[in-house]
């Protein structure tokens, strides 16, 4: 699979306005030192991947300065933030950094001197895949706002050996292909050997009567695992601050059983330590579905446990005990996959440091903070009992007393029906005994956060409404955010020039400042800039698409863009059944004056969803027909793009007309794809669903096109068992569009092979496609006019631009940090 290539016609160095800078041969003999002495080539043999190492390890020399410096700045009193979370999507991290350290001046002009093109190396560099989707990636972008911001921080997670896996698309069908992004090396890493801590499994707890009456319980595990440091430093913008993402890697304690290897076994030998070091080898790929398998409650553990071990010692280091931890660290649960720390920093404390429980309980709850990231009951993590006392023996009795102290504290404060405490309780009944890691989230942290205004609402009413009821000032919402530099100083240097023209430099620093050009939106003469530059970016994604999967499409059409992970709620399918009705309606009037689109699709589909397979299939084979189609050329075509990744997305979103943010309105909590879109000048469709109803509110109802059932709405809708008839009875275009599909007229191979798809949405559509077909078809028209009256489109596009800045994640980190985790903001 050919990766992203990324030209950039202009460097953002440019875009800041500043002077050209001027040649360094400080870089330039940094470069060949590291070519000849660290990579070992010599100039006349070096290929790209040379040149690649041998500058990423120039720069990152640049990098340790500042991060020394950071620490060493950073006296051991301040409080830090520590982000625990099991996915960092980082994308690749070359041109961010020297981008974020403004030497891309230099970088390219050293390089220039040696016959060597930045924008050709840089897209050597491997994704950082170790994320699925928006979590993930709001976790890097928390990363880089945080050191933007001048507040230490640490992010832990796993350095799996394989990220998120490569896309193949073979004949419409998904293939799921290793992703092996270290086999190369990593620049950015630095190994820490001598950082290491045990994390132990299985077993059995033991109990012995101390002296004073109280029990000791001595936790006898089966199996340790060691837990290996790897920091790669994370750099703020102008290199302000440089922060470490420490990532562990799973090592066996006995990696080779000597005896049994002389003896011939080699592979006994070595058995345990795969077992081992499976835990660390690869990204479970699903998302919002917690995958029910042992190994990836052992990843959840074994990171978790390490990460906290890691911040006591440090604590313990600089003070007599861990009373004042509250007042040095703040912890942020990235979901319910680091929820364990609940019960893990109350064994440490009380087994291992001999912390009263209530003091443990005050230290943890004051320290722990907890971020919600869904609703859908089928995502919401649970972790068989059985499961639990086999592998974690000692926590499950921590969080059985957890859970009665909880309840006992609830009849203290009166009567608690059986009801309540079925609510509430830590441990669901209904279906097996499961531990329910939400709660326990909810009931080990200081604060527990939704990430978006509707998402938290939804949280309060709903999932949470009886916690809430208990702790009516806990939840808080936080509305995610974006950071700007990668997603508009690095993905977009055309625009960012214009917009240094337009509103000065400030915008460089201050999101805020992209108001500014509220004055220019009536200008012609810079509208037309404007247009020019998304021209420029829309012809190399035609390019990237022609490359990619050989379909021709014209810069000059719509491109109407649907990116994110291949899911119902999601809805693509929507999308794919407007594509084929408004396929129907061209073939119908070919004559009309109709607005030529490009429908562009990329995304996964997680490994074991079998109808997100089979949506990326029903988009290939429209596209099939569609591109094939004499009667609709120049007019509607089709495009899915493989292996959607973050670079992926850098070179699609400049480029974007129409943002597709069309989840059945609840269940997306928030988004964030929508506010990479809106920021680069695309006009947003969408439901009242998560950000989307915040990004009306900054940018204007008038500037965006919203359709469809409300979220109150759509949860009465799905009540009403006929629902799906009902909508389908009333639009006959739509069940028109349904046999279409239903009988194979795009899949003439196999003409059943939509029979399932097509039948779910009559039975059931729990996703409410079919309610909100006619709405989003008539949105979609609205939008075809609206195209042809441009200077209309343009005004709205760049009122888009211009009032998105509140969706930077520096307000949002600045909110974490004054409202959450109360550490001041530099
Ligand atoms: O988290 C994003 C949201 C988005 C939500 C996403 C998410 C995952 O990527 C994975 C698991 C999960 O429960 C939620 O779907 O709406 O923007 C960041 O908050």
Redesign the pocket.
């Known amino acids: 699979l050919k990766d992203a290539t990324l030209a950039h016609e202009a460097p953002p160095e440019a875009a800041a306005g500043a002077a050209q800078p001027r040649p360094d041969p400080d870089m330039r003999e940094a470069i060949l030192a590291k070519l000849r002495f660290a990579v070992g080539r010599d100039v006349s043999a070096a290929r790209d991947h040379d040149w690649y190492v041998a500058t990423a390890l120039a720069v990152r020399d640049r990098v340790v300065e500042r991060w020394l410096d950071s620490i060493a700045r950073t006296g051991p009193e301040k409080k830090h933030v520590y982000y625990f979370s099991l ?1 960092f999507l980082i994308g690749r991290l070359f041109f961010d950094t020297v981008s974020n350290l403004n030497i891309v001046g230099e970088v390219r002009q050293a390089l220039a001197g040696l016959g060597v093109d930045l924008d050709r190396i840089r897209a050597v560099e491997p994704d950082a895949a170790l ?8 976790a890097a972008c928390f990363m880089e706002s945080l050191a933007t911001l001048d507040i230490p921080a640490f992010g832990y997670g796993i350095r799996y050996d394989y990220g998120l896996f490569r896309q193949a698309i073979v004949d419409g069908w998904q293939h799921e292909i290793p992703e092996d992004w270290l086999s190369f090396g990593n620049p950015w890493e630095f190994e820490r050997p001598d950082i290491k801590y045990l994390v132990r499994f299985g077993g059995s707890v033991e109990m012995v009567g101390r002296p004073d009456g109280t029990i000791q319980h001595i936790w006898h595990s089966a199996e340790t695992v060691v837990a290996v440091a790897f920091d790669t430093p994370m750099v703020g913008w102008r290199g302000r601050r440089v922060n470490t993402l420490r990532l562990w890697s799973a090592r066996a304690a006995d990696p080779l059983v000597l005896e049994a290897f002389n003896r011939g076994d080699h592979v006994g030998a070595v058995a345990d330590r795969m077992r081992v070091e499976a835990i660390s080898r690869v990204l479970y790929p699903s ?3 917690p995958a029910g398998q042992e190994l990836r409650l052992r990843q959840e553990f074994f990171f978790t446990s390490a990460s906290l071990q890691d911040l006591l010692r440090r604590h313990r280091e600089r003070h007599p005990d861990f009373s004042n931890l509250p007042d040095h660290g703040a912890i942020q649960l990235n ?1 319910t996959h680091p929820a364990i720390a609940v019960a893990e920093l109350m064994r440490l404390l009380v087994d291992e440091h001999n912390v009263r429980w209530d003091e443990a309980w005050r230290i943890t709850t004051a320290t722990l903070n907890y ?4 609703l ?1 009951p089928e ?1 919401l993590e649970t972790w068989p009992v059985e499961l639990m006392e086999r592998v974690l023996p000692r926590h499950i009795q921590i969080i059985y007393l957890i859970n009665f102290l909880h309840l006992e504290s609830l009849a203290k404060n009166g009567e608690i029906s059986a009801d309540l405490v079925r609510q509430v309780s830590l441990i669901d009944e209904s279906h097996g005994r499961r531990v329910r890691m939400g709660p326990l989230a909810f009931i080990g942290s200081r604060r527990v956060n939704g ?2 205004a509707l ?1 938290t609402e939804l949280m309060r009413k709903t999932v949470f409404s009886d916690l809430h009821a208990l702790y009516p000032d806990r939840i808080t919402n936080k509305t ?1 955010g974006i950071t700007f530099r990668r997603w508009l100083l690095e993905a977009n240097p055309d625009l960012t020039r214009l917009l240094v023209e337009a509103v000065g430099p400030q915008v460089l620093d201050d999101a805020e400042a992209l108001s500014g050009l509220e004055r220019v939106v009536g200008d012609p003469a810079f509208r037309d800039r404007f247009v020019a530059v998304r021209r420029r970016n829309k012809e190399r994604l035609a390019q990237e698409i022609a490359a990619r999967t050989g379909v021709k499409v014209d810069p000059a059409a719509l491109f109407d863009v649907q990116i994110k ?1 291949i899911h119902e709620y999601k809805r693509q399918h929507l999308n794919l059944l407007e594509t084929a009705a408004l396929y129907a309606a061209i073939k119908a009037e070919p004559n009309r004056d109709w607005t030529p689109r490009v429908k562009i699709f990329a995304g996964k589909a997680a490994s074991s969803y079998v109808v997100a397979k089979l949506i990326i299939k029903l988009a290939y084979d429209l596209a099939q027909v569609i591109n094939n189609d004499p009667d609709v050329r120049g007019r509607l075509a089709v495009a899915f793009l493989p292996n959607y990744n973050v670079s992926l997305a850098e070179i699609i979103i400049p480029a974007a007309d129409l943002s597709e943010q069309i ?1 059945t309105a609840g269940l ?6 929508n506010m990479k879109l809106a920021l680069n000048g695309a006009i947003t469709i969408g439901t009242l669903d ?2 989307n109803v915040e990004i009306r509110e900054q940018v204007g109802p008038e500037n965006i096109t919203i359709f469809g059932l409300t979220a109150p709405e759509a949860l009465a809708r799905k009540a009403e068992p006929d629902h799906a008839s009902r909508a389908i009875a009333a639009s006959p275009r739509l069940a028109s569009v349904l046999d279409a599909i239903g009988s194979g007229a795009f899949s003439p191979d196999d003409p059943g092979r939509f029979a399932g798809l097509v039948g779910g949405l009559r039975d059931h559509d729990p996703f409410l496609v079919t309610d909100d077909f006619d709405a989003y078809w008539e949105a979609q028209r609205g939008l075809d006019e609206l195209w042809h009256r441009p200077e209309e489109w343009w005004r709205k596009s760049l009122l888009n631009v211009a009032r998105v800045g509140w969706f930077s994640s520096d307000r949002t980190i600045r909110e974490y940090a004054e409202e959450i985790w109360r550490v001041p903001v530099g």
């Open positions: 996915e994320g699925n989707g928006g979590l993930g990636r709001l998302d919002a579905t979901d971020t919600n990231h869904t859908m995502a990430v978006s998402h995610n992970r989840s997306e909590a928030s988004g964030t794809g998560g950000a």
